[in-house]
């Protein structure tokens, strides 16, 4: 064995995620707290309007939309908590920061979400076997107010989403509390047409599978991230493929562990096996690999090691010892 390979060289590339929305948190001339904060303040402001006019109506919709709202404050809160949190630096004891704070938050929400679905789901079930017709005028204002300040709340996220992960979660939430508004003005005309009382419990149960699929979806992200799995649409073979194609000297990849902190933050070890007369350039070729990780992959966090490859011992016929 040559002397190059009877060692390893180790080189370590970090690279933490820093802000990098900012040239994005700036459209209608709001940063991105302060457009999280309206929508919060705005949707939290029609949970309230729905669950008193729901009770004063006597319509099941609008307190089945109110628990639908009451999700997306959940969902804007956790989004304005992960915008802090992620300022928040690492230290001694916690050296990952408090992403998981995020996590967690989403998992208790999602469990929440689920039993507040089975009670909607008891009650309209209930008003389907005593039916009772609610009061459509108070009804239909409530719900016209609710479509109105979700399109202000949709409106003032605009813009950011695209680029913004907590931002695009918000909006997707307000977009749903729009169309559950709509859903629910939709019944009121046909409940001022017809008299149908069944309208209102089955618009219930149609918002109650709405909050059930997005309480499924935060309930998957918050176990995919707790059970440190790569990231969805990420693997280590798509991850060793890039770095071979883009980085010259790579010949294979290997030991290679990804995982997400917290939402978005992607952490990457893995073992390059380089050509022998890369590793004298291994500082070089790290950093080239880090930036194909970080353009290709978004990855903004990797542990890289440099290796020389194994070399094949050719072994002749083994001769007899004679006893």
């Known amino acids: 064995m040559s002397d190059n390979h009877s060692h390893s060289d180790h080189d370590h590339s970090h690279h933490e995620q820093g802000p990098s929305h900012g040239a994005h948190g700036h459209s209608h001339g709001l940063d991105r707290k302060t457009k999280i904060l309206w929508a919060l303040g705005i949707t939290a402001a029609i949970l309230v309007l729905e669950a008193v006019g729901g009770l004063v109506s006597g319509s099941l919709a609008l307190l089945s939309d109110a628990g639908h709202m009451l999700t997306d404050l959940a969902a804007l809160l956790i989004s304005l908590a992960a915008m802090i949190m ?3 630096p690492a230290n001694s004891t916690h050296t990952y920061g408090f992403a998981r704070m995020e996590v967690l938050a989403a998992l208790g929400n999602a469990i929440t979400f689920f039993l507040m679905v089975a009670g909607l789901g008891y009650e309209a079930f209930e008003r389907l076997s005593h039916p009772s017709l609610p009061d459509w005028k108070t009804m239909g204002l ?11 709340s949709a409106w003032t996220l605009h813009g950011g989403h695209d680029h913004d992960i907590n931002l695009q979660g918000a909006w997707i939430h307000v977009m749903g509390d729009l169309g559950s508004s709509l859903g629910v003005l939709m019944g009121v005309v046909v409940i001022s047409q017809t008299g149908w009382t069944w309208v209102d419990p089955v618009l219930s149960l149609g918002i109650a599978i709405l909050i059930a699929s997005g309480a499924y979806s935060l309930l998957k992200k918050a176990l995919r991230i707790l ?22 000297g790579v ?18 070890t893995a073992h390059l096996v380089v050509e022998d007369q890369a590793l004298s350039q291994a500082q070089g070729l790290v950093a080239q690999a880090s930036e194909v990780l970080r353009e290709h992959c978004g990855i903004h966090h990797a542990t890289l090691q440099v290796e020389a ?5 050719m072994h002749g016929p083994q001769k007899q010892v004679p006893r």
């Open 227 to 248: 059970l440190e799995s790569a990231p969805k649409g990420m693997t280590a073979e798509s991850l060793a493929r890039e770095l071979k194609a883009h980085v010259p």
């Open 86 to 88: 992620a300022e928040k």
């Open 142 to 152: 409530i719900a016209a107010i609710g479509f109105v300040a979700n399109g202000l």
């Open 309 to 313: 490859p194994v070399p094949v011992l």
């Open 251 to 268: 010949r294979e990849v290997h030991h290679v562990h990804l995982w997400e902190v917290g939402a978005g933050k992607v952490h990457l």
